[in-house]
């Protein structure tokens, strides 16, 4: 029993060493929320995730040290229903963020970024008026636009340089104007409309704006490429969390059997001392 419980204890500190990815994953997300994705409700359900392998672990723990089963029980149920959410979590983020990406601009480095693309609910939320005023503001204060500028040597870079450059989404969709609407290259956030000439129907030429405060903050090409960060994001954390899933249910897996094991024995010692009281019994006669 004692070996039992050793390995449920072990089990359950090596649990709470896995919990630190997720927490980690969840505190990137929120990072990315005060400077470049701008969205700050994703990163909550990874970290009340973490944080709950975390508590449920070292009750996990305790329950292994005192040989309190209850503990254990609680900490059996306590991760399958933590298993179940991150589950829940990692086909949301895949499903929320499963369509949509950057186009390829001939003769372009980087990808243009178009809202139609994109679908669901994610996209939803980050069209509505309401809430998108809220993410063009931390976008615009987080200076994402004003980082996007280079020189060599005192000298700014030249459009050559720039349009081989490997944009970020939100650069790409918010502080440059749509490729297909002609305009020429001053500087990274400065273009000129090329005699007045358009090259497409796309709203967002209108839009734009060589005011450093407007920019395209207010194109669909800066909701497209809000999520287009989104996506990046999401995945490179769903990564991590599809290899952390797999070790916690082997983990699971292996402290249920120690948990059946434990019980087991403890059941099986009343029953024997009975059947060792009946099988010698007492010769005492009055």
């Keep these: 029993m004692r070996s ?3 390995l449920i204890g072990m089990v359950n500190f090596l649990t709470f060493l896995l919990s630190v990815p997720i927490l980690g994953g969840g505190i ?3 990072s990315r ?15 009340v995730i973490g944080i ?6 070292l009750a996990g723990i305790a329950g292994a040290c ?25 086909i949301f983020a895949y499903a929320v963020t499963d369509k949509g990406s950057g186009r390829t601009v001939l003769n372009r480095g980087y ?13 939803d939320r980050v069209s509505d008026d309401g809430y998108w005023g809220k993410i063009s503001s931390c976008i615009r204060d987080s200076g994402a636009c004003r980082r996007i ?3 060599f040597n005192g000298v700014p870079e030249s459009a050559d340089m720039f349009f081989q450059r490997k944009l970020h989404p939100v650069e790409s969709g918010c502080c440059k104007p749509p490729s297909d609407c002609g305009f020429t290259y001053g500087n990274e956030t400065w273009w000129g409309q090329g005699g007045g000439m358009m090259i497409g129907p796309n709203p967002d030429c209108t839009l734009w704006n060589n005011d450093q405060s407007m920019l395209c903050y207010q194109c669909s090409s800066c909701k497209a490429g809000i999520l287009g960060s989104l996506k990046k994001s999401w ?6 969390n599809i290899v952390v899933l797999i070790i916690l249910v082997i983990f699971y897996v292996i402290a249920y059997a120690a948990y059946r094991n434990v019980k087991r024995i403890g059941n099986d010692e009343p029953a024997g001392e009975a059947r060792m009281t009946k099988s010698h019994p007492s010769h005492f006669h009055l």
């Design 66 to 90: 005192y040989s309190n089963k209850f503990l254990m029980w609680l900490y059996l149920v306590a991760m399958f229903l933590i298993i179940a959410a991150l589950i829940g979590f990692i």
């Design 111 to 123: 990808l243009d970024y178009y809202l139609q693309d994109y679908s669901g609910w994610l996209k």
């Design 235 to 240: 995945r490179k954390v769903s990564v991590i």
């Design 33 to 47: 929320a005060n400077s470049t994705d701008c969205l700050r409700f994703l990163q909550w359900p990874l970290i």
């Design 52 to 57: 709950s392998i975390m508590v449920v672990s």
């Design 4 to 6: 039992a419980n050793h």
């Design 28 to 30: 990137w997300l929120s």
């Design 149 to 151: 500028g280079r020189n």
